[in-house]
């Protein structure tokens, strides 16, 4: 029995069951307004909130399509969240995020569990203080419900770890979630809370927002305290939400931004206004909006990147945007000589482990020495170990990263611009196990300027793209602003295939179908299993004709139109000349799986009999 079916189990024994049926509330794809407008109703419970997200979680996270995108679930969820309903019952919700469930990226400090960085190094390391966005999240009554896989240490974007493995896209679970909080982006997307939290160092929040079509920001450095999460580089780091939409991002923005004495760079905060995310949704003027388009970014972008991107700024385009064409110079060599993870993570790190520990102090040569980290994390970690500190190339690069913000707003201020637009990243999601190429995080990261990344569209391969924004110092919530109207238009938030809604609190079971084709002496026989949580269309197929009736394929088609004329491409053959039987699966594209759930999949035989057009037959 797994962990959390056991909890489940153990929670029943004291507490009336959630029976789903009678639910009149599903966390399928709830927005936070959605769950509170339920919990203040009266139409669901947080416990319930809970123990349906955990269904969620044990039905797609180790199973299923296996995700593995949860390192931890906190084992007081429950209790927390029926003291929750208590206080609302007593005093009413503290704010929008009361008795709402939470992930959490394991590189955030939780003084009741255990804070891995993805790694076996800390797998029972329990920090001796919550991170600065924690304790908000609690005091605000979220319900941290789980912490979630990173690419280890956050030290790349693929997101595989010694603690867990690697994490899987829910929109093709042999693919990559980008990183590094990709175990955040998956769950997320899946719906295994309301939304999530994730650090970007370089693309960190971005990546996994565009890969999961979500939507992330990377706010402008010290909007938001990093104090108390495993560093990668303390200037380069930053922290925050990702959320499946504007407004669910604007509402966790307005409670963990501000001030604080623990991080030095939050400073900034002192001296201006709270930044309003919330009320400043629905503000932008889309007619008198100038959109920078970064031309080599798009220029090396891939096509089905490129081509989403274009799209999607020509509908800004015709709601009165002004799209210019812009470049930053020197961009490359500059973002070249200004990253800091190398100069400070082997610092960073030591001091960390030392400052938020009770017990054993680790450091990163401990870590190395050992091999307590996975083999995708040795080239950096071990580089990093043998490295010494270099004060002169430290400030070189410091010089760098005011340059290369000097040069981009210098562009912003000579073109008049709002936001400069670029690919998030300028290459599909890879297979597990390759690396991938086409990150562009490092305009922002190295700068220090907010950027955000919203859903795009979708690859006709059905992969999400997301667009990025990159806006002027403190001006995070324009972005979110330019980015909602769209959101809104297109729609843009698609759940993935492979993660819907459970039935009866389980997955739903895969659709089985037998086809007996009997024409004209050619007889085949057919089995076909339609599983949407695998995302796989299983079949087995055997030629049973009379030996005089030749068969030169079976295949199967798309009525693409409805038309009914079947005079369509073939998209998957299922029986080759000369073979007796066969069996396969075929990963399914989005288009395979409306077309049978719309019943316009059809099998088509090649024989004799039926000349040089085929016969067909309806699969139902």
């Not at 000097?406 to 690396?435: C, H, K, M, W």
Request: aromatic fraction near 8%; charge should be negative; glycine fraction near 8%.
């Amino acid at each position: 029995m797994s962990f959390t079916r056991c909890l489940v189990f153990l929670l029943s024994l004291t507490m009336p069951p959630l029976v789903f049926g009678q639910t009149q509330f599903d966390v399928f794809e709830a927005s936070i307004s959605d769950i509170q407008s339920a919990l203040r109703q009266g139409r669901v419970t947080s416990v319930q909130l809970v123990e349906q997200y955990l269904a969620r979680i044990e039905a797609y996270d180790k199973q299923g399509p296996n995700l593995n995108s949860i390192i931890r679930i906190n084992p007081r969820a429950v209790e927390i969240a029926r003291a929750l309903d208590e206080e609302r019952q007593r005093s009413g919700a503290r704010g929008l995020l009361h008795g709402v469930p939470i992930l959490i990226k394991d590189n955030y400090n939780t003084d009741d569990m255990a804070t891995t960085g993805g790694s076996v190094a800390l797998a029972n390391f329990i920090p001796n203080e919550n991170a600065a966005q924690i304790d908000k999240l609690l005091q605000a009554g979220a319900i941290i419900l789980a912490k979630t896989n990173l690419h280890e240490y956050a030290y790349g974007i693929t997101s595989i770890s010694s603690i867990i493995g690697q994490t899987r896209n829910p929109y093709d679970p042999r693919r990559v979630p980008g990183g590094s909080s990709g175990g955040t982006g998956a769950a997320v997307a899946a719906s295994f809370a309301a939304a999530g939290f994730g650090s970007d160092t370089c693309g960190s929040i971005r990546i996994p927002s565009a890969f999961n079509n979500l939507i992330g920001l990377r706010p402008s450095k010290g909007m938001s305290s990093i104090y108390g999460i495993l560093p990668l580089s303390h200037t380069q780091d930053v922290a925050g939400p990702l959320a499946r939409s504007a407004e669910d991002l604007a509402i966790i923005l307005d409670l963990v931004v501000g001030f604080d004495a623990r991080d030095e760079a939050t400073a900034i905060m002192q001296s201006v206004a709270a930044p309003g995310f919330l009320e400043r949704l629905n503000t932008a003027n889309l007619t008198e909006l100038r959109i920078g388009k970064l031309a080599d970014y798009f220029e090396n972008a891939g096509a089905a990147i490129r081509r989403t991107l274009d799209e999607s700024l020509q509908w800004y385009e015709q709601q009165g945007a002004e799209i210019l064409e812009v470049e930053i110079p020197d961009l490359a060599a500059l973002i070249q000589r200004s990253g800091l993870i190398g100069h400070e993570f082997k610092t960073d790190i030591d001091n960390y482990l030392s400052e938020f520990s009770d017990g054993e102090i680790l450091d990163l040569r401990t870590i190395v020495d050992l091999g307590l980290y996975h083999e995708a994390v040795d080239a950096v970690l071990s580089r990093s170990n043998s490295s010494e500190f270099n004060e002169e190339n430290y400030q070189a690069a410091m010089a760098a990263r005011t340059e290369l913000r000097s040069a981009i707003e210098q562009v912003f201020s000579d073109n008049n611009l709002d936001v400069i637009a670029y690919p998030t990243i300028g290459r599909l999601q890879v297979f597990t196990g390759e690396s991938q190429p086409g990150s562009n995080c490092s305009i922002s990261a190295n700068s220090g300027l907010p950027a955000l990344s919203m859903p795009a569209g979708f690859s006709n391969s059905g992969l999400p793209v997301g667009l990025e924004l990159l806006g002027k110092f403190l001006q995070d919530p324009d972005l979110l602003a330019i980015a909602q109207p769209y959101e809104l238009a297109l729609q843009t938030r698609k759940p993935p295939a492979t993660t819907p809604a459970l039935e009866s609190g389980l997955a739903p079971q895969a659709q089985l179908l037998d086809l007996n084709f009997n024409q004209e002496g050619v007889r085949i026989t057919s089995s076909f299993e339609f599983d949407v949580v695998h995302n796989r269309f299983n079949y087995t197929v055997r030629n049973r004709s009379n030996a005089e009736q030749q068969v030169h394929a079976v295949t199967l088609i798309i009525d693409q139109e409805g038309s009914g004329r079947l005079n369509d491409p073939v998209v998957l053959n299922l029986l080759p000349p000369d073979v007796v039987g066969a069996a396969g699966t075929h990963f399914m594209s989005p288009e395979f799986r409306q077309a049978f759930v719309e019943r316009r999949l059809y099998l088509k035989v090649f024989a004799d009999p039926f000349a040089r057009s085929g016969a067909t037959q309806l699969i139902q």
